[in-house]
T-cell receptor, first 113, second 116 residues
């Protein structure tokens, strides 16, 4: 199994600012995934982060708004840039295990005022 | 495109009773995987059960079982002997290929409330 930690666990930010969310995994993984969960909604995949290459974004998400870094096999960051109240969400990172498992971090609750 | 549909926004069940949460899916792939996750109010995503398309038996994990009907493209979650702690959001998800691995495509979820 994989244990995933995220920092910060929650934050309240002002409109127009940026927040960087960190995701740390206790084992080396090739791919990490970032999801967004808007209030009362389901999880939506933002991007796939491969180590050593640019992240690949899903339709509706762009690098300028959600830049992602993946400096090594256990760590990734997601930045939410130029925030607006619509960015208020839970952001979760995830990794796939060796079998069929998909592990999630505890999430970062972001509120934009 | 792969799609997951959960048509029950909310469900109620009395403690100790069984409840079925519905999930239908759409895919043109022959090989696919289906998941159920529980999300309590704390926000964490708790893996419950997995069913592969080629698995001959319905998956079971303790009080959770998956009623997999391939021809109907349904993968309903059955929770037996409900407990108050089962009150949460439940999401059905399908594995989607991303490069050499898989991410998840989620349904809209079902909110389950277990009453005493």
């Amino acid at each position: 199994s994989a244990v995933i930690s995220q920092k910060p666990s929650r934050d309240i930010c002002q409109r127009g600012t940026s927040l960087t969310i960190q995701c740390q995994v206790d084992s080396q993984v090739t791919m990490m995934f970032w999801y967004r969960q808007q209030p009362g909604q389901s999880l939506t995949l933002i991007a796939t982060a491969n180590q050593g290459s640019e992240a690949t974004y899903e339709s509706g998400f762009v690098i300028d708004k959600f830049p992602i870094s993946r400096p090594n096999l256990t760590f990734s960051t997601l930045t939410v840039s130029n925030m607006s109240p619509e960015d208020s969400s839970i952001y979760l990172c995830s990794v796939a295990g060796g079998g069929n498992e998909q592990y999630f971090g505890p999430g970062t609750r972001l509120t934009v005022t | 495109a792969q799609k997951i549909t959960q048509t029950q926004p909310g469900m109620f069940v009395q403690e100790k009773e069984a409840v079925t949460l519905d999930c239908t899916y759409d895919t043109s792939d022959q090989s696919y995987g289906l998941f159920w996750y529980k999300q309590p109010s704390s926000g964490e995503m708790i893996f419950l059960i997995y069913q592969g398309s080629y698995d001959e038996q319905n998956a079971t994990e303790g009080r959770y079982s998956l009623n997999f009907q391939k021809a109907r493209k349904s993968a309903n979650l059955v929770i037996s002997a409900s407990q108050l702690g089962d009150s949460a959001m439940y999401f059905c998800a399908m594995r989607v290929r991303r490069f050499s691995g898989y991410a998840l495509n989620f349904g809209k979820g079902t909110s389950l409330l277990v009453t005493p």
